[in-house]
């Protein structure tokens, strides 16, 4: 049984940075895409970032260009999401995502697996 587990999120002022972490178990991601997506009520889930196995990164850069980093590492099956200058508008439950694919995609389709989601609340 696959499992992903989301940790780092919280409350922060406008301005501030979280880590977000999404460590998998069950089985290994070394070949596979992983990604991040996050909601707010009564909204479908938005793409906010995805990296590749060998590290090939892209963002939904309308949103979250220059202020979020994605990384991983493989060694330890653990996917992270650096977010600074936050906005209140980055308020949302963030989901870590795993692909059985290499290719880096951006929509919630092309994901498999799903982790229970970490709720980010940033104040004004």
């Known amino acids: 049984q696959v499992q992903l587990v989301e940790s780092g999120g919280g409350l922060v002022q406008a301005g501030g940075s979280l880590r977000l972490s999404c460590a998998a178990s069950?089985?290994?991601?070394?070949?596979?895409?992983m990604g991040w997506f996050r909601q707010v009520p009564g909204k479908g889930r938005e793409f906010v970032a995805a990296?590749?196995?060998?590290?090939?990164?892209?963002y939904n850069t309308d949103s979250v260009k220059g202020r979020f980093t994605i990384s991983r590492a493989n060694a330890k099956n653990t996917v992270y999401l650096q977010m600074n200058s936050l906005k209140p508008e980055d308020t949302a439950i963030y989901y870590c995502?795993?692909?059985?694919?290499?290719?880096?995609?951006?929509?919630?389709?092309?994901?498999?697996?799903w982790g229970q989601g970490t709720q980010v609340t940033v104040s004004s």
């Open positions: 995502a795993a692909s059985d694919t290499s290719v880096v995609y951006t929509t919630t389709s092309r994901y498999a697996y």
């Open positions: 069950g089985r290994t991601f070394n070949s596979g895409a």
């Open positions: 990296i590749s196995w060998i590290g090939r990164t892209t």
